[in-house]
């Protein structure tokens, strides 16, 4: 089962940030985050992922809190190109490499 | 540079017979990955493959699933006397083993009509 908590589905204007919530109140010390998101009809593609401390990157934040029992993925100015369900997933097995889990996800729907 | 190709794109079949699925990896990466997702449903993990080590095949549904990766390159994925309820799409994912990189690279999937 997956250990994550998502909404099933939010919308966002275009132009606005969209910031998608995750609850994983049971991960382990050494277990990472991660976001990836699936376009309709197409394979996953990763986002981003962080441990501990907040991540940006070309196409994301994700914000952890302290407690690491959640986490909030950001996607600064949501485009009509950013709708399609995103995975927050919590990785398991070895250090390099791990099988994921996945969850139902959030089905986000960006809205002109 | 090339992703993950899976072959075929589309499969369709009769219950009973035997399908194989096929799996190219991006060149470099040593851990290789089956998933596959139901229609509404979400992944599925079936089985991965990590260099030498033996896989991890905790995903598979039942005995009628097997895979194998060959010179730690291809893999390919055998259902063998199909059920309408294997109809699905298989995706295959990459990624290297090297520490510090943990992004999985999804190939397009290969969709599986069991009629």
């Known amino acids: 089962d997956a250990k994550t908590t998502q909404p099933p589905s939010m919308d966002c204007a275009e132009g606005r940030a969209a910031n998608l919530p995750c609850n994983h109140s049971?991960?382990?010390?050494?277990?990472?985050v991660y976001w990836y998101r699936q376009i309709h009809s197409q394979g996953p593609q990763y986002i981003i992922h962080?441990?501990?401390n907040n991540e940006t990157n070309e196409m994301a934040s994700l914000i952890i809190t302290e407690d690491r029992k959640s986490s909030t993925l950001i996607l600064p100015h949501a485009t009509l190109r950013d709708t399609a369900v995103y995975y927050c997933i919590v990785r398991v097995g070895s250090s390099n490499t791990g099988k994921l889990i996945f969850g139902q996800g959030t089905t986000l729907q960006v809205k002109p | 540079g090339a992703g993950v190709s899976q072959s075929p794109s589309n499969k369709v079949t009769e219950k009973g017979k035997d399908v194989e699925l096929r799996c190219d990896p991006i060149s470099g990466h040593t851990a290789l990955y089956w998933y596959r997702q139901s229609l509404g449903q979400g992944l599925e993990f079936l089985i991965y493959?990590?260099?030498?080590?033996?896989?991890?095949k905790s995903g598979l549904p039942s005995d009628r699933f097997s895979a194998e990766r060959t010179g730690g390159s291809v893999s390919t994925l055998t259902i063998q006397r199909t059920q309408q309820e294997d109809s699905a799409v298989y995706l295959c994912a990459s990624s290297f083993s090297s520490g510090g990189v943990f992004e999985q690279f999804f190939g397009p999937g290969t969709r599986l009509t069991v009629l």
């Open positions: 493959f990590q260099g030498n080590s033996a896989p991890d």
């Open positions: 049971t991960i382990s010390g050494n277990e990472y």
């Open positions: 962080g441990l501990k």
